[in-house]
């Protein structure tokens, strides 16, 4: 029934990029007692134990049952100082302690007034008391209206680990309790991932890059376009290796030329002291069509390249000329939208086809209105330069996501839990009206339209009519977008349940909240390297749980006990149980790649098994499609990259035509009928992943005056009277929020840096477009679709104003416990 989830589809991702990866492991079985790192043995009162996280591998010393230093992997090339806060976040202030339930709710249930969620008001009830609770409203909701009443599409960045992996275990109950409504795709990639399989017959985002070492030995230029590696490279989505950055190292070692493509002089500006292009933001489709467009007038573009390994560059030149529309996508034209001087735009178009160049991408530029166009316009661009397949050469979509480019080891691949597949689903679900799954950005359209239809990548279906959601391992209250138009939204459902370790929003909104444990807790297995399977990391319980805190599949076990579906949930095993299953389905499939591995109870001890690298540090991606397109074609309906694409064009959306095309988003900085005069860069956090640890003591280390910082031109903030350091309001139609502005060139004029991930804090929840006193800058931004083709979400679609903020002197509150939590 349900289809693949974003969160399942990056694991099964990163799973499949290893298989489908031809490695010759063959002779090169040998697996030597070298390569198996010394790691911990289990929790214990005092000692150290070797763990894992988003942030990497790192050893923990316990003092009498408590952690006290996190000290990372000695082979990690570059840990993060965010593990302090790693650390921190066991213990922090925000953790929630206790199962509770929202007064009203338990006294009136569904009858609650809704529009009163997130005032504070719980109640500490047992355990035994939530999960009847829980029990009983999935039963109600199933028997009454259905499984496509019941949103179990929970998505975001829960922990890594095989076993508790929340998101799969909240499905694989929900899938026992009958069935429900699934999320498709994800807030990373979702335009990207729907338009590259068109293009390139594939989804390339999740995928490996030409390995580092090929780029550092080949690479002449090397642009990182809306790219910041070494900020967004810190965390992976299974256990990072960090290999990014001895690649980055590498390319700077050499002396490779890099140009940055950033509005803002981010981490890698400045790292490779790197010439730095500052497009307005929303613009890249325009600078790169008039970097096209300065192939073609002087007559720079690969025709060899363009001819054998491409289709329909001939329906898109018309429009590149202007023949098509009379408006020549020139240099001078781009200019005028992206504020680049046209010069240098040229002498960018020039440059590239001048020397081997490798265009590494971001994701922000797909993250916006009509984010399809951007990565098609690269790819396009890209095989105009005519290097696509050579070493070195060409573009790359994942050099700044979870260390893409990291040489593939030989190693087998890490299986997990399942969510159980299809207790529902098929025709007769469908019929039953709802759809199985909607694009996962989709959840406050369809909450507003029940039955009403709507549009993806060629298909059409009708929202469901959704009354309960369940969330774990995902904080919507942080990633999604417009604040104040989703809560309105979510008045629309009988009951939210929310399982988190922490008190996010999400937390404070739900009706039933559950206290989860953090991944140091509990045992687990995990995958080190998400491109580079670099070995598989035993992720040892550090502490004993906290509070009353339990795991998620301790919690999910529960209830589908209370469900009559115990036995089919655990299916007799237990926790190490499960994690040696895991293991033991490695080593089968190592075992016929030639790759020896030890037994569990030796893997368990050591806590580290390490893989040999051998083809993997010098795949080239495309080099076998660009030598012979005709043997080994793409997955797209030519078989070669899809400049024109005849599918598109059948689907006849207004707002994704069939060849890329620059097209006016909703609101841009000096756009036509710009109602606001600054541009909000809400981009991923430096010291943060998202919202996870902005609870923690690393807040003290940029907070502005308690506030999240805004970062600002000083011509801008001199225009307004605003020195650094002073409290701001940032408003728009949407919303008003509150930050602390930092005074600094790095951001152009015009635009403004509030990263996303800062906890929402209404001043009065009760009203809706309230002033949020620390800083969400979700609060703000656009909830409209990419297109109809992706439906992905616009996170860096938005303009604001920004004033000195004058009003009553307010106290953040969002980083402690509601009062009778404590
Ligand atoms: P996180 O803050 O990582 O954000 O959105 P996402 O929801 O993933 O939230 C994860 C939550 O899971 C945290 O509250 C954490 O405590 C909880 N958690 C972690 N482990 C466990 C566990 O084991 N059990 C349970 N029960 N809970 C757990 C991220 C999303 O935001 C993403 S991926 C992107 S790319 C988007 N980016 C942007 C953007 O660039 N700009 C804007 N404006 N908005 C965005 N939103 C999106
Ligand atoms: P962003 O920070 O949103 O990261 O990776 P992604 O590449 O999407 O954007 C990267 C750069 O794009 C920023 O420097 C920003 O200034 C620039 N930019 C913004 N708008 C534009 C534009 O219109 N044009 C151009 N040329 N540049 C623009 C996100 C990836 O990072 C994802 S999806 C996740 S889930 C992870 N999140 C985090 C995280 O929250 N924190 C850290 N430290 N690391 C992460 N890595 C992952
Ligand atoms: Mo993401």
């Given at each position: 029934?349900?289809?693949?989830?974003?969160?399942?589809?990056?694991?099964?991702?990163?799973?499949?990029?290893?298989?489908?990866?031809?490695?010759?492991?063959?002779?090169?079985?040998?697996?030597?007692?070298?390569?198996?790192?010394?790691?911990?043995?289990?929790?214990?009162?005092?000692?150290?134990?070797?763990?894992g996280s988003h942030w990497g591998i790192f050893?923990?010393?316990?003092?009498?049952?408590?952690?006290?230093?996190f000290t990372p992997w000695?082979k990690d090339p570059h840990p993060t100082p965010m593990l302090e806060g790693v650390l921190d976040s066991?213990?922090?202030?925000?953790?929630?302690?206790?199962?509770?339930?929202?007064?009203?709710?338990?006294?009136?249930?569904?009858?609650?007034?809704?529009?009163?969620?997130?005032?504070?008001?719980?109640?500490?009830?047992?355990?035994?008391?939530?999960?009847?609770?829980?029990?009983?409203?999935?039963?109600?909701?199933?028997?009454?209206?259905?499984?496509?009443?019941?949103?179990?599409?929970?998505?975001?960045w829960?922990?890594?680990?095989?076993?508790?992996?929340?998101?799969?275990?909240?499905?694989?109950?929900?899938?026992?309790?009958?069935?429900?409504?699934?999320?498709?795709?994800?807030y990373s990639t979702?335009?990207a991932?729907?338009?590259?399989?068109?293009?390139?017959?594939?989804?390339?985002v999740y995928?490996?890059q030409t390995a580092w070492p090929?780029v550092a030995?080949?690479t002449e230029l090397m642009v990182f376009w809306a790219a910041d590696p070494i900020k967004t490279n810190q965390i992976g989505w299974v256990i990072p290796e960090h290999g990014g950055y001895t690649g980055l190292a590498a390319l700077k070692a050499k002396g490779t030329k890099v140009i940055v493509i950033d509005p803002v002089r981010t981490a890698t500006v400045d790292y490779f002291d790197a010439e730095h292009i500052q497009p307005k933001p929303q613009t890249d489709?325009?600078l790169?069509?008039?970097?096209?467009?300065?192939?073609?007038?002087?007559?720079?573009?690969?025709?060899?390249?363009?001819?054998?390994?491409?289709?329909?560059?001939?329906?898109?030149?018309?429009?590149?000329?202007?023949?098509?529309?009379?408006?020549?996508?020139?240099?001078?034209?781009?200019?005028?939208?992206c504020g680049v001087?046209?010069?240098t735009?040229?002498?960018l178009?020039?440059r590239?086809?001048?020397?081997?160049s490798m265009l590494a991408a971001g994701w922000s530029m797909q993250r916006m209105?009509?984010g399809?166009?951007a990565h098609?316009?690269l790819?396009?661009?890209?095989?105009?330069?005519?290097?696509?397949?050579?070493?070195g050469?060409?573009f790359g979509l994942s050099y700044h996501y979870s260390n893409g480019g990291t040489?593939?080891?030989?190693?087998?691949?890490?299986?997990?839990?399942?969510?159980?597949?299809?207790?529902?689903?098929?025709?007769?679900?469908?019929?039953?009206?709802?759809?199985?799954?909607?694009?996962?950005?989709?959840?406050?359209?369809?909450?507003?339209?029940?039955?009403?239809?709507?549009?993806?990548?060629?298909?059409?279906?009708?929202?469901?009519?959704?009354?309960?959601?369940?969330?774990?391992?995902?904080?919507?209250?942080t990633h999604?977008?417009?604040?104040?138009?989703?809560?309105?939204?979510?008045?629309?459902?009988?009951?939210?349940?929310?399982?988190?370790?922490?008190?996010?929003?999400?937390?404070?909104?739900?009706?039933?909240?559950?206290?989860?444990?953090?991944?140091?807790?509990?045992?687990?297995?995990?995958?080190?390297g998400d491109y580079s399977?670099?070995?598989?990391?035993?992720?040892?319980?550090?502490?004993?749980?906290?509070?009353?805190?339990?795991?998620?599949?301790?919690?999910?076990?529960?209830?589908?006990?209370?469900?009559?579906?115990?036995?089919?949930?655990?299916?007799?095993?237990?926790?190490?149980?499960?994690?040696?299953?895991?293991?033991?389905?490695?080593?089968?499939?190592?075992?016929?790649?030639?790759?020896?591995?030890?037994?569990?109870?030796?893997?368990?001890?050591?806590?580290?098994?390490?893989?040999?690298?051998?083809?993997?540090?010098?795949?080239?991606?495309?080099?076998?499609?660009?030598?012979?397109?005709?043997?080994?074609?793409?997955?797209?309906?030519?078989?070669?990259?899809?400049?024109?694409?005849?599918?598109?064009?059948?689907?006849?959306?207004?707002?994704?035509?069939?060849?890329?095309?620059?097209?006016?988003?909703?609101?841009?900085l000096?756009?036509?009928?710009?109602?606001?005069?600054l541009h909000v860069a809400a981009s991923h956090p430096f010291n943060r992943l998202h919202s996870q640890l902005n609870g923690t003591v690393l807040r003290e280390g940029y907070a502005i005056v308690?506030h999240e910082p805004c970062l600002m031109n000083p011509e801008d903030a001199?225009?307004?009277?605003?020195?650094d350091g002073?409290?701001?309001?940032v408003?728009?139609?949407?919303?008003?929020?509150?930050t602390g502005v930092k005074v600094t060139d790095a951001v152009m004029k015009g635009v403004i840096q509030i990263y996303e991930g800062g906890w929402?804090?209404?001043?009065?929840?009760?009203?809706?477009?309230?002033?949020?006193?620390y800083g969400d800058a979700n609060?703000?931004t656009?909830?409209?679709?990419?297109?109809?083709?992706?439906?992905?979400?616009?996170g860096q679609?938005v303009?604001?104003?920004?004033?000195?903020?004058?009003?009553?002197?307010?106290?953040?509150?969002?980083?402690?416990?509601?009062?009778?939590?404590?």
């Amino acid at each position: 029934m349900t289809k693949i989830s974003g969160n399942d589809l990056r694991a099964e991702l990163s799973r499949r990029a290893f298989l489908s990866y031809s490695v010759a492991a063959g002779a090169l079985g040998l697996f030597g007692p070298s390569l198996l790192a010394k790691g911990a043995h289990a929790a214990e009162a005092n000692g150290a134990v070797m763990s894992g996280s988003h942030w990497g591998i790192f050893t923990a010393k316990v003092e009498e049952g408590r952690a006290t230093a996190f000290t990372p992997w000695e082979k990690d090339p570059h840990p993060t100082p965010m593990l302090e806060g790693v650390l921190d976040s066991i213990y922090s202030p925000s953790r929630i302690k206790y199962p509770m339930v929202r007064r009203e709710y338990l006294e009136k249930g569904i009858e609650a007034d809704r529009s009163t969620r997130g005032n504070g008001d719980f109640v500490r009830v047992s355990w035994d008391q939530a999960l009847d609770l829980i029990a009983k409203e999935i039963q109600r909701v199933e028997t009454t209206y259905g499984p496509q009443a019941v949103f179990g599409g929970s998505y975001g960045w829960k922990s890594p680990g095989r076993l508790h992996n929340c998101t799969t275990l909240l499905r694989r109950m929900l899938n026992l309790a009958g069935g429900f409504v699934n999320g498709t795709g994800d807030y990373s990639t979702a335009a990207a991932q729907v338009i590259m399989p068109h293009v390139m017959g594939t989804l390339e985002v999740y995928e490996q890059q030409t390995a580092w070492p090929v780029v550092a030995e080949n690479t002449e230029l090397m642009v990182f376009w809306a790219a910041d590696p070494i900020k967004t490279n810190q965390i992976g989505w299974v256990i990072p290796e960090h290999g990014g950055y001895t690649g980055l190292a590498a390319l700077k070692a050499k002396g490779t030329k890099v140009i940055v493509i950033d509005p803002v002089r981010t981490a890698t500006v400045d790292y490779f002291d790197a010439e730095h292009i500052q497009p307005k933001p929303q613009t890249d489709v325009a600078l790169m069509l008039g970097m096209a467009h300065t192939l073609v007038s002087e007559n720079l573009h690969d025709t060899e390249f363009l001819d054998n390994n491409t289709s329909g560059f001939d329906k898109f030149l018309p429009y590149l000329t202007g023949d098509a529309d009379g408006t020549p996508k020139s240099a001078e034209w781009a200019a005028e939208i992206c504020g680049v001087p046209a010069e240098t735009i040229k002498d960018l178009a020039r440059r590239l086809t001048g020397s081997r160049s490798m265009l590494a991408a971001g994701w922000s530029m797909q993250r916006m209105h009509h984010g399809e166009q951007a990565h098609w316009m690269l790819v396009t661009l890209a095989s105009m330069i005519g290097q696509i397949g050579l070493p070195g050469g060409g573009f790359g979509l994942s050099y700044h996501y979870s260390n893409g480019g990291t040489p593939s080891t030989d190693g087998p691949a890490l299986s997990g839990i399942t969510d159980g597949g299809a207790a529902a689903g098929g025709p007769e679900w469908l019929a039953a009206s709802g759809a199985a799954s909607i694009p996962v950005a989709r959840v406050v359209e369809m909450l507003e339209n029940p039955g009403v239809e709507f549009d993806f990548n060629g298909t059409r279906s009708t929202y469901p009519d959704i009354k309960l959601a369940y969330w774990v391992g995902g904080n919507p209250f942080t990633h999604h977008q417009d604040r104040n138009r989703m809560l309105k939204a979510w008045e629309k459902l009988d009951t939210f349940i929310v399982h988190d370790f922490q008190w996010t929003a999400t937390a404070r909104h739900a009706d039933i909240i559950l206290p989860a444990t953090t991944s140091y807790e509990r045992n687990d297995i995990e995958t080190i390297g998400d491109y580079s399977n670099l070995g598989i990391l035993a992720m040892k319980q550090v502490v004993a749980p906290l509070y009353e805190a339990k795991n998620d599949y301790d919690i999910f076990e529960a209830l589908s006990d209370k469900l009559g579906k115990k036995a089919a949930f655990n299916e007799g095993k237990d926790e190490m149980g499960w994690i040696q299953s895991f293991y033991e389905a490695a080593a089968k499939q190592g075992k016929a790649k030639g790759v020896e591995m030890p037994d569990f109870e030796t893997f368990w001890a050591d806590g580290i098994v390490e893989f040999p690298v051998t083809t993997g540090a010098s795949y080239v991606r495309y080099a076998e499609f660009r030598e012979d397109p005709l043997l080994n074609p793409l997955g797209t309906p030519t078989g070669l990259i899809e400049i024109y694409s005849k599918n598109i064009e059948k689907m006849g959306y207004d707002d994704c035509p069939a060849h890329p095309t620059w097209m006016e988003p909703l609101e841009r900085l000096d756009g036509p009928g710009a109602k606001f005069p600054l541009h909000v860069a809400a981009s991923h956090p430096f010291n943060r992943l998202h919202s996870q640890l902005n609870g923690t003591v690393l807040r003290e280390g940029y907070a502005i005056v308690g506030h999240e910082p805004c970062l600002m031109n000083p011509e801008d903030a001199a225009a307004r009277g605003i020195a650094d350091g002073d409290v701001v309001r940032v408003y728009n139609d949407r919303g008003q929020i509150l930050t602390g502005v930092k005074v600094t060139d790095a951001v152009m004029k015009g635009v403004i840096q509030i990263y996303e991930g800062g906890w929402y804090d209404p001043l009065d929840p009760a009203e809706k477009g309230t002033l949020d006193k620390y800083g969400d800058a979700n609060v703000l931004t656009a909830d409209i679709p990419t297109s109809k083709l992706g439906q992905g979400n616009c996170g860096q679609t938005v303009i604001a104003e920004v004033e000195k903020y004058t009003g009553p002197e307010v106290t953040v509150t969002a980083f402690t416990a509601p009062a009778a939590a404590e």
